[in-house]
């Protein structure tokens, strides 16, 4: 009897060791394979984006109602035209990566929201701010980084005006069903000049300027670059779509 069961404990023992593998090469996956991809040099867009804008011209942008944008183009340059409105691109895009290089007025001549100001526009929808917030304080939820009235960024990682910025934004969009209800949020991650400064953020809906964000339902939509009356530039700008 006592062999017996001495038996079976073994065999039992036995079974769990060969339920564990031994074998790195067990949990080694290798297909499918990451397609290879030439990142920039320098400032310049990896192999596989789309290039919205490389200094060159506006034609990936018109204003808002379809006609060319009037932004100004120098020395590889885009500036904003105060008073011709937002642009946005012809091309409509859903989930992302996005990546932008901008710069407020090295002339300080205003403060707080007015000091700097445009912004891009997720999906034409969800801002995130561009702001000259170098030494220039404002609401929280409104400085450079920000998620619009929304999210606060997690530090503030401004270099002076005029000096050049990147962003580096990871956006998912939302989710509608059929019937238009949104069944997940947007989310965003911003790296801020190489600072995460938006991690994985809840889009709530709509940027708004007064009352609460909205959710209706959408598909893919262009990128828009605000008009808010400052000589904001920009240059280098890409997207991968995810
Ligand atoms: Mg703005």
């Known amino acids: 009897m006592k062999n017996l069961i001495f038996l079976f404990v073994a065999l039992i023992l ?6 564990q593998t031994t074998d790195p090469k067990d949990t080694e996956v290798w297909e499918p394979e990451p397609k290879v991809v030439t990142p920039g040099k320098m400032n310049t867009a990896p192999s596989d984006a789309i290039v919205i804008f490389d200094g060159k011209n506006l034609d990936a942008f018109t204003d ?8 100004t183009v120098a020395d590889g340059v885009l500036t904003v035209k105060p008073g011709t409105g937002d642009i ?6 859903g989930d992302m990566q996005l990546h932008l290089e901008w710069r407020s007025p090295k002339v300080v001549e205003s403060e707080g929201q ?9 999906q034409s929808r969800y801002e995130v701010q561009i702001l000259d917030s170098y030494r220039n304080r404002t609401y929280s939820n409104g400085q450079a980084g920000s998620v619009y009235k929304q999210h ?15 962003y580096d934004i990871i956006f998912r969009a939302p989710r509608f069903n059929k019937d238009g209800i949104k069944t997940s949020s947007a989310y965003v991650t911003v790296i801020h000049n190489g600072v995460v400064i938006q991690n994985h953020s809840e889009i709530k809906g709509t940027t708004e300027y007064i009352g609460m964000p909205k959710n209706e339902a959408h598909g893919k939509a262009p990128i828009k670059l605000q008009d808010h009356s400052n000589l904001v530039s920009y240059r280098n700008i890409w997207v991968r779509e995810l």
């Open 14 to 19: 036995m079974q769990s060791v060969s339920a």
């Open 64 to 71: 808002l109602s379809g006609n060319p944008a009037s932004w």
């Open 152 to 166: 606060m960024p997690l530090v503030n990682a401004s270099v002076a005006p005029g000096e050049w910025e990147v």
């Open 114 to 122: 007015g000091r700097g100001n445009s912004g891009v526009f997720l």
């Open 88 to 93: 946005q691109t012809r091309q409509y895009f």
